[in-house]
């Protein structure tokens, strides 16, 4: 089991094998977007544009602390966790994946042929070794834990093997997140795989699709709304940080706890009360409960018989994946405009 710290190389059969696969790759990226020949050397000269790299290509990105350049647009991507899956999928990239993990929720349907057609390589996030079995040259996650230290997957981890890494934005620091994030990374992404051209038509039905829904909801009344992810003795719930806390406000709505300075964190059942929230945003997950189970238990607390959201079964229940940066968190707008203004869209 890897412990963390570098890993020694590949066995040299390995090695060979992926380099290979990524030079016969190489060679047909290089034909489609490059005039440049495939047999030239790479220069190693700084700032220098190696022989027969595509068009645009090298491509600096820093994420997350950590910069990488890509000399070509990656050839066999994994993504660990639901999104980042999803996001490569919206710009057509299944032919450039290789593994995903950690399902979260039912795909997106016009992705879920596609989504299918890639290897699972587990229900969680992977092993370390696992991962080095799919050969990947690019690893990107979804959550921060995709790139787990303690668990052997460090972004050190795979940069020491060979493989570059991508982290969400959305697990870079601790500022507000926005759509603009989700617009962001949809650019970024397209620029590592040499799709910008995709990622800004993407950027452009994601940005109409959030239009539509707020243009349905102007000048309708703000309505309160309560973010109830899970928890019993506490309410675990979106803070003013989060992503989730925008999308109510796109949709009409008001996170009753966006004076919370965090992406997430609980609060008493006391504040929940006190707030009275008129609707309850339910975080949809694999792990923490369905659905039924989450309003069963809102519904029997007595302490919440009052709170307006609860007296008048006012539910909208939202995939946790649609509250992320990724393609989701456009439909969310409008499945939030929906349950918070029904009466906007009849």
């Not at 980042?84 to 795909?107: H, Y």
């Amino acid at each position: 089991m890897y412990d963390g710290m570098s890993r020694p190389p590949l066995s040299t059969p390995a090695r060979r094998r992926r380099a290979r696969r990524a030079a016969a790759v190489a060679c047909a990226l290089s034909a489609l977007l490059s005039t440049a020949g495939c047999g030239s050397s790479r220069s190693t000269g700084q700032g220098a544009e190696p022989a027969g790299s595509p068009a645009g290509f090298p491509v600096t990105v820093d994420n997350c602390g950590v910069r990488t350049t890509y000399e070509r647009p990656p050839a066999r991507a994994v993504t660990i966790h639901q999104h980042p899956a999803e996001l490569l999928l919206s710009l057509g990239l299944e032919d450039r994946m290789v593994g995903t993990a950690f399902p979260d929720s039912a795909v997106l349907p016009h992705l879920r042929k596609d989504y299918a057609s890639i290897p699972e390589l587990a229900e969680k996030e992977p092993s370390f070794e696992t991962v080095l079995e799919a050969e990947p040259d690019l690893v990107y996650g979804g959550y921060g834990s995709a790139f787990a230290e303690s668990e052997g997957r460090s972004r050190k981890a795979f940069t020491d093997s060979g493989i570059d890494t991508h982290l969400n934005r959305e697990y870079c620091g601790k500022n507000r997140v926005t759509m603009q994030d989700t617009y962001a990374e949809v650019r970024t992404v397209g620029r590592i795989f040499g799709v910008s051209d995709r990622a800004d038509e993407l950027v452009s039905d994601l940005r109409a699709r959030v239009g539509r829904a707020a243009s349905a909801v102007e000048g309708a009344r703000e309505v309160s709304v309560f973010v109830y992810d899970s928890g019993d003795k506490a309410a675990f719930t979106a803070g003013g940080k989060s992503l989730g806390t925008e999308l109510i406000r796109l949709a009409g709505g008001k996170n009753v706890f966006a004076d919370l300075d965090d992406v997430f964190g609980d609060v008493s059942w006391e504040q929940v009360v006190e707030r009275k929230p008129e609707v309850i945003a339910v975080y949809d997950y694999a792990g923490a409960g369905s659905i039924e189970q989450k309003k069963k238990f809102l519904l029997s607390q007595p302490a919440l018989r009052d709170v307006p959201a609860v007296r008048n079964k006012r539910f909208v229940v939202l995939p946790l994946t649609a509250t992320l940066v990724g393609v989701r968190s456009a439909y969310a707008v409008e499945d939030l405009a929906r349950g918070i203004h029904p009466e906007s869209f009849r």
